[in-house]
C-alpha cells in the first residue's frame, strides 16, 4: 500500500466528526483523540505498519513455502509440536528472510516522510523535525538552506548504511557458530 493512500485512509479514520470509528468510540463514552499529545507517535506508527505489512507478511509467505517438507515431517516424527517446529525448525530455515524484513524496515523508518508529513497538516502535534527526512525537508524547502539539507541527507545516508551494516554484521556473526560446528 502506497504510504500516501494509507496516510489518508487513517487521516481520515483519525478526525474527530469525520471519523465512524471516533463517533462510535464516542457513543461508548470513550474519548481519544489520535492526533493528541499522547497519541500521535502510536497513531503514525500504526500507519507505518500497516502500510508496510503486506509486503514484509508476502516476504515471510515466500520464505514458509521454500521451507522442505522433508524437515518439517521429520520433526513431526521425532515427536516436535507445532510450536516447537516453529521456532526450533522453521525459524533458523526462514532467518534470512527475517534478517531482510528488519533491515528493509529499519531503511523505512529512517525514512519516514509521507505518513507524519500528511498527519503534520492536521495536528501541530507533528513539528517539521519529526523524522530525519522532515528535517531535511523543512531545511531545504522552508529555511532554503540547501547545504544544512545536504549535509542532512549525507548523515542519514552515513547512519543507514552504518546500521545496515551493523544488522549484517550482528547476523552474520549469529551465524557464525553453526557453520563452524558443521
Known amino acids: 500500500m502506497p504510504g500516501i493512500i494509507a496516510a489518508v485512509i487513517w487521516l481520515y479514520l483519525y478526525t474527530p466528526g469525520l471519523s465512524p470509528v471516533v463517533d462510535l468510540l464516542g457513543k461508548a463514552d470513550i474519548t481519544i483523540d489520535f492526533l493528541g499529545v499522547h497519541t500521535v507517535v502510536p497513531s503514525i506508527?500504526?500507519?507505518?505498519?500497516?502500510?508496510?505489512l503486506g509486503y514484509n507478511m508476502v516476504v515471510f509467505y515466500?520464505?514458509?513455502?521454500?521451507?522442505?517438507?522433508?524437515?518439517?515431517e521429520a520433526s513431526v516424527v521425532?515427536?516436535?509440536g507445532?510450536?516447537?517446529t516453529a521456532l526450533q525448525v522453521k525459524t533458523p530455515?526462514?532467518?534470512s528472510s527475517i534478517v531482510m524484513v528488519a533491515m528493509f524496515t529499519l531503511i523505512f523508518a529512517l525514512q519516514l516522510f509521507t505518513e507524519p508529513m500528511l498527519l503534520s497538516q492536521a495536528t501541530p502535534m507533528i513539528s517539521s523535525?519529526?523524522?530525519?527526512?522532515?528535517?531535511?525537508y523543512d531545511a531545504a524547502f522552508t529555511r532554503n538552506n540547501y547545504g544544512l539539507a545536504a549535509a542532512a541527507s549525507?548523515?542519514?545516508?552515513v547512519c543507514t548504511i552504518a546500521l545496515s551494516y551493523g544488522v549484517t554484521r550482528w547476523t552474520n556473526r549469529a551465524?557464525?557458530?553453526e557453520e563452524d560446528a558443521r
Not at 45 to 52: T, Y
Not at 62 to 72: K, N, S, T
Not at 154 to 157: D, E, G, K, R, S
Open 45 to 52: 506508527v500504526n500507519i507505518a505498519l500497516w502500510s508496510n
Open 62 to 72: 515466500a520464505a514458509l513455502q521454500a521451507v522442505p517438507r522433508e524437515v518439517i
Open 78 to 80: 521425532d515427536g516436535a
Open 82 to 84: 507445532p510450536v516447537r
Open 93 to 95: 530455515l526462514v532467518r
Open 129 to 136: 523535525r519529526f523524522s530525519p527526512s522532515m528535517y531535511i
Open 154 to 157: 549525507v548523515v542519514l545516508l
Open 175 to 177: 551465524n557464525a557458530p
